[in-house]
């Protein structure tokens, strides 16, 4: 028979190409392996059954491991399943086992970071970066706590290391920006977004904030023209729609500014009853008609991939449920339709 580390081998690689029925069909059953005293058997199988959303299975293979790194697959589980509080178990038992692994800290901080715990958010962030010797994700993230408690000249000095580094990463470009002109220096916001800009004329989130900065100086035209395309390639940015509110209310488009309005507050809407379900699903994490709720505003607000997630937490409870089904098959629709454009 074919030894176990050459079929986790064959079925790690098929899963990282998207086949992970192929991984489990090459692992074959448990009672084809003799003794496996690494975990890796159970750790593949347990990551190929979560990729197929089949987290019931998943579970108890993952448990029986026994492998550091199972602890965050588990903390993945739990965490779809709308279970916050077992997932920061799992991470705390995780660096407990590898303190010197930044991972479980950059998860542990996303968890907090969804929650609107921003200082225990740039805590985690904070041992990541200092774990991963400076690596851009951490840094990021970190910048991006600092920046949601308002320290703005410490977020800064963060970005512009990872700006010298790489002037064209979208999230630092757009970040530092914001520090910038949040810092009163429009100036130097207008200089990193323009240079991004002449790179990817075509990206929301920069043309957003450039539109931000010609508001700002008057120039009411020109804001109109770049937050009128950053809302044709995100349609959901409430941000970017109230802005263009103002910039058409100021050039006497008062119709059009209105309508802009309406729209950015239906948006806004719509994001806090998804804060208010999310903080339910803190405090009851399987409630099933939150979840759907979860889903439902997700999929509208066009966050096909967030919309996904709940519905397969539903199905990991009740693989009958028809509304969850019909959810999930619609996001992962949608997200397939938005890879190809």
Known sequence: STPTAVRVLAAHAYRLLGH????????GSEGDIPNDPTG????????????????????PLLVS???????????????????????????ERWTAAAPDDPRPHLMAGDIWFSVKDYARAANHYRHALELGHGDLEPRLK??????????????????????ER???HPDVVVLLARCYLEDGNASRARSVLSAYAQAAPETPAVLEQLGRIEFEENNTGKAVEALERAIALRPNSESARYALALALDRAGRHDEAAEQMQAARRIDGLR?????????????????????????????LGEATESARYFAAVLARDPTNRRAAEGLRAAQKSAAAATTH
Do not use: F
């Open 20 to 27: 992970p029925e192929k991984s489990l069909e090459v692992l």
């Open 40 to 59: 890796d058997w159970p750790l593949e199988a347990g990551l190929a059954l979560m990729a197929l959303d089949r987290p019931g299975q998943a579970e």
């Open 65 to 91: 491991s026994g492998r550091v790194e199972s602890l965050g697959a588990l903390a993945e589980l739990h965490l779809g399943a709308g279970d916050p509080s077992r997932a920061l178990a799992d991470l």
């Open 166 to 168: 790489n002037p064209l």
């Open 272 to 300: 806090t009853r998804l804060r208010q379900l999310q903080e339910r699903l803190v405090e009851i994490p399987h409630d099933t008609e939150t979840l759907l709720a979860a889903g439902a505003l997700c999929s509208e």
């Open 142 to 163: 970190l910048a991006q706590a600092l920046y949601e408690q308002g320290a703005l000249a410490e977020a800064a000095a963060l970005l512009e290391e990872s700006y």
